[in-house]
């Protein structure tokens, strides 16, 4: 069974980057697209980027265009998101999801589906 577990949140200041890491365990993702989500207080969450299965894919929410990278690494079942030019508007819990045979589009516009699995999510605060 695959299970998502994030790590490398934070604090940091506004200006200052940070790399999220999401770690797979149980199932090798290969052909799994993997999004990065994330949810502010009283805020619903919003997703933030996404990639195919094979990395040749991707997708961002136009706020972090330009800012933020997306990238896996197969052969360790890791997926990665480096954030720079952060600012307070990125605070939020930030969350990896999985689903299986679908694009980087799709994962980004509608999220994994039934069967698709979340981690627990890694909190990055960013002080102005």
């Known amino acids: 069974q695959l299970q998502l577990v994030e790590s490398g949140g934070g604090l940091v200041q506004a200006g200052g980057s940070l790399r999220l890491s999401c770690a797979a365990s149980?199932?090798?993702?290969?052909?799994?697209?993997i999004g990065w989500f994330r949810q502010a207080p009283g805020k619903e969450r919003e997703r933030v980027a996404c990639?195919?299965?094979?990395?040749?894919?991707?997708d961002y929410a136009d706020s972090v265009k330009g800012r933020f990278t997306i990238s896996r690494d197969n052969s360790n079942n890791m997926v990665f998101l480096e954030m720079n030019s952060l600012g307070p508007e990125d605070t939020a819990v930030y969350y990896c999801?999985?689903?299986?045979?679908?694009?980087?589009?799709?994962?980004?516009?509608?999220?994994?589906?039934?069967?698709?699995?979340w981690g627990q999510g890694t909190q990055v605060t960013v002080s102005s």
């Open positions: 149980g199932v090798k993702i290969t052909y799994y697209a």
């Open positions: 990639i195919n299965g094979s990395g040749g894919s991707t």
């Open positions: 999801a999985a689903d299986l045979f679908i694009s980087a589009q799709s994962m980004c516009e509608y999220g994994p589906g039934e069967n698709g699995v």
